[in-house]
Structure formats: C-alpha cells, structure tokens
C-alpha cells in the first residue's frame, strides 16, 4: 500500500491528510458504519431491478464503493475517479472485478474520463473538497442520460448532545466550532451539504430521495453483538481520527487561536471526550443521503 503525501499540491484545502495508510484505513471502515446505518451500498433503485449500464464514483478514495458495486452490478462498467494518485494506485492493484477501473482527475475540472453518457454517479464525503458545487453539478448533469441518477452522502461538520445543546464544557464542541473558522477560512461553509437538494434542483435534476441520519457516536443497541452496536462504537473511532487529521492543517491555519501546547491539549481532550463520553453525553452528527433524476425529457 502507498501511502499520500499530505503536502500534495493536489490536496489544496481538503482538510483531511490522505498521508497514511491510517486514512485508508479510516475510509474503509467508515464505509461499513454507512453501509450498515443506511442499509447497503446505494439508496438509489434502479428501473426493473437493472443495473445502471455506466457508473461512476467521484471522490472514490480507496475503491471499496466502486468494487463492491462492481460485484454487485456485474452489468454496469464503473469508474472510480480520484485527484490522488497513490489511492487510484492502490485501487488499481487491490481491486479487480471485471468492469471496474480507476483514474486520476480532478473532477473540478474537464470530464475527460467520461467518453460515454452515466447513468448513476455516487459521491459520497466529497462535501469538504469541493469549491464550485454549481458547476460541478451541472457537469454532471450535462454528462448524464435522461433517467440517469445521481446519489450524494454526506454530512454537517458538527456534534451535538442529545438534546440538540453545544455544552461550553465540551472539548469537542470547542474543536468543531474551530473547524468551522478553518472551513470557513477556505470558503466552505460547515453546514453546506443542508443546501444540496436545493443545488440538485438548480442544475435541473428531480429529487427522488431525501434521507436524513442521526449517527449516533455511540452503541445504540442492548445487544453488544449486534450491527448497530459496532456502527456506534465504530463510528465514534472515526470521528476521533478526523479530528486528529483535521488538527494538523487547523493548527497552522488557526495559529492565532491557541498556543502550541493549547492545541495539543484541545486534541487530546476533544479525542477522549468522543471516546470516553459519547454516550454520557449523547454526541451525535447527522449525515444526509440525497437521490435525483435527471428528467427524461
Ligand atoms: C473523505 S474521502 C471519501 C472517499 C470515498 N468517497 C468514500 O466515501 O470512502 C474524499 C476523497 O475525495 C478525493 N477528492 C478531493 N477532491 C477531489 C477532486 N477535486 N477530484 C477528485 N477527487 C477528489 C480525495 O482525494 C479523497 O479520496
């Protein structure tokens, strides 16, 4: 497995650090807490029970989306497309089913990796890296068949207790409101996947699905063997490794904001709060999953 320079010029804003096999790590179990909480790999159905014939997965990451509906879909010719060589290395090497293929770009830019008209593109955590949501949905829709579909997961770069509260207490409370000034230092808003049904529409889709998920950072189940049990416990590791990623690129941007030795402490208190107290303090985020059509006519 390679492993990703975060200096990468690629990696402009992207706040996460693609810079260890600990993010590939992260990612692919990160897509089994989502594929478990929303109930398989796509909320999208398909006319008949058909697989859609050209598919792509934006932003794919390690690959683990686009191979599993590669095996699923035996039908449809799927493209993982990423701006990070080393992963599409590593995809290409670790993963073989038949029609499906990897490629480096940056899908902010020309769509050269398309040469056929898509019938289903997947973007899943993609929110944060995007700049030009507008024209990269109407590029999609300009790419696709009439009928074609479009399927985008992701979240708010937010925690809340319970009760919909944000503790002045909390560690980890304090650590999203810093990562919100970060995000909002490289112009991406906090809460910008809230506004995608809105965008879909504007660029001429149709909304088909609108899902909202509580994800819970904790088990939420008596039966500590059960699925959802490991997507609370699981989850909240994840959460804890974005943070840790994240205070890397804050702490430089943020300077100002705490010392050296305050943001080693806010890590470490905001990493154990959402270990430790999850649960006591009913932490959760919430992710949205968004299905739309492109008209047929
Ligand atoms: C958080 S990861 C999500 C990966 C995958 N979609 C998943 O859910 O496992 C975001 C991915 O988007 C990729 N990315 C960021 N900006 C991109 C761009 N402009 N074009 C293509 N890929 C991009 C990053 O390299 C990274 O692999």
């Not at 179990?29 to 008949?48: E, K, M, N, P």
């Not at 289903?120 to 030009?132: F, P, W």
């Not at 208190?269 to 430790?276: F, G, H, K, Q, V």
Request: charged share 25%.
């Amino acid at each position: 497995m390679s492993t990703i320079k975060s200096d990468d010029s690629t990696a402009r804003a992207y706040p996460l650090p693609n810079d260890s096999i600990i993010e590939t790590r992260r990612l692919d179990a990160q897509h089994s807490v989502f594929s478990i909480r929303t109930g398989g790999l796509h909320r999208a159905s398909f006319q008949d029970n058909s697989s859609p014939a050209q598919v792509l997965d934006l932003g794919c990451g390690t690959g683990i989306w686009a191979s599993q509906f590669a095996i699923e879909n035996p039908n449809s010719k799927v493209l993982g497309v990423d701006i990070n060589p080393p992963l599409v290395d590593d995809a290409r090497i670790n993963i073989r089913p038949p029609d499906c293929s990897f490629v480096v770009a940056d899908i902010e830019q020309g769509w050269d990796f398309s040469s056929s008209k898509i019938d289903y593109i997947y973007m899943r955590m993609i929110m944060l890296a995007i700049k030009d949501w507008p024209a990269l949905l109407k590029k999609a829709f300009i790419h696709m068949n009439p009928g074609g579909q479009i399927e985008i997961f992701d979240g708010l770069m937010d925690i809340k207790a319970d009760d919909g509260s944000t503790p002045d207490n909390s560690a980890a409370i304090f650590w999203f409101q810093l990562s919100k000034e970060y995000l909002a230092k490289h112009n991406i808003a906090w809460d910008l996947s809230a506004g995608i049904p809105q965008k879909l529409t504007d660029a001429g889709f149709e909304i088909v699905e609108d899902n909202t998920y509580k994800m819970r950072l904790y088990p939420d189940s008596q039966d500590p063997e059960s699925d959802r049990a490991w997507v609370g416990a699981q989850y909240r590791n994840d959460i804890a490794d974005i943070v840790h990623g994240m205070t890397k690129r804050m702490r430089v941007d943020l300077a100002s904001r705490l010392s050296s030795e305050e943001w080693d402490t806010l890590e470490s208190n905001a990493r154990r709060e959402i270990l430790e107290e999850s649960e006591q303090r009913g932490f959760h985020t919430t992710l949205f999953v968004r299905v739309a059509r492109k008209p047929i006519v």
